[in-house]
């Protein structure tokens, strides 16, 4: 499937893939996007554009995927089930392909309570699982989901999230299992602290043969600070964040925490360049893109093709 995406070929040419990711503004002035897309210059193949994360209310994520277009970069245009229905989403979806844009993550997305609208009615019409189905029907077939016939399919490239810490952990292999079968071209994983756990997680993955079936990319975020590590410890549902991460930041005066936690980065993107069935990186430095050319310049991930 030739989708017009740089990603799909860098993955489908055997190079190592580096991701990246940008918040839209929570109002309308584009400049927003235009100042963190200088960060991510040759230094990404893709910017995942959140979708209204963490259910707060943010500029369109197909507007800013358009906007980044604009500055020269590939999106990586999410899209949850939380807010729409299946004519809302296939709707998007061909509105997205007509504005250039060739890749697509299919979330479930974050509850509302979460956001700032916990009164607003959720939708979730599909789930993620069945989003991937569908997009992969327009693509491949040609129809919208009812059967009908699409005039121009959109060609997207289609990406999921997998998280190997969510419990039970015995069946996340499984989950992303159902995600492959779907229609699944490529996975991110959730951010990765725990390295044992998800040394086990990738091996299930591997000898189940999924990763030859998929591409996977192994999600990374840097610490900025011990208050952030142990804030993600306690308190974000699915965050596996291990003792030595905290002992190890602990380790260092305030104003060097910042760098350890790059360190500790950059050493997880040296093991995952070596592991088996790991495809590339996505690298979320969450409203701190400023620091991504450091990470990518000094985990070796430079230049990028």
């Not at 989950?175 to 044992?196: H, P, S, V």
Request: proline share 5%; hydrophobic share 40%.
């Amino acid at each position: 499937m030739k989708s017009g995406s740089k990603l799909e070929k860098v993955l489908s040419e055997g190079k190592f893939a580096v991701t990246g990711e940008l918040g839209p503004p929570r109002g309308t002035n584009p400049d927003a996007i235009k100042e963190k897309a200088q960060y991510l210059k040759g230094m990404v193949d893709s910017v995942n554009i959140t979708d209204n994360q963490t259910a707060v209310v943010r500029m369109a994520s197909w507007a800013a995927s358009s906007l980044l277009i604009q500055e020269g970069l590939e999106p990586n245009y999410q899209m949850v089930c939380r807010d729409r229905n299946r004519i809302a989403m296939q709707s998007d979806i061909l509105g997205a392909y007509a504005l250039g844009i060739r890749n697509i993550l299919c979330l479930s997305g974050d509850h509302q309570l979460f956001g700032n609208h916990p009164k607003s009615k959720k939708v979730f019409d599909i789930d993620s699982t069945q989003l991937i189905s569908m997009v992969r029907k327009m693509r491949d077939e040609g129809t919208f989901q009812n059967g009908q016939e699409i005039t121009d399919p959109p060609k997207m490239f289609i990406g999921a999230a997998s998280n190997p810490f969510g419990q039970p952990y015995e069946f996340r292999v499984h989950r992303l299992a159902k995600k492959i079968e779907a229609g699944a071209d490529f996975i991110q994983t959730q951010c990765i602290y725990n390295m044992e756990r998800f040394r086990e997680f990738i091996k299930q993955a591997n000898d189940m043969g999924l990763t030859e079936k998929v591409y996977i990319l192994a999600g990374v975020t840097p610490m900025k600070a011990l208050g952030m590590a142990r804030y993600m410890q306690k308190n974000v549902p699915g965050m596996d964040v291990p003792d030595w991460v905290i002992k190890r930041l602990e380790g260092v005066e305030k104003k060097k925490q910042a760098e350890e936690g790059i360190k500790i980065c950059c050493e997880q993107i040296e093991e995952f360049k070596e592991m088996k069935g790991i495809a590339g990186v996505h690298v979320m430095a969450i409203e701190w893109e400023q620091r991504v050319p450091e990470i990518v310049e000094k985990a070796g991930l430079l230049p990028r093709p």
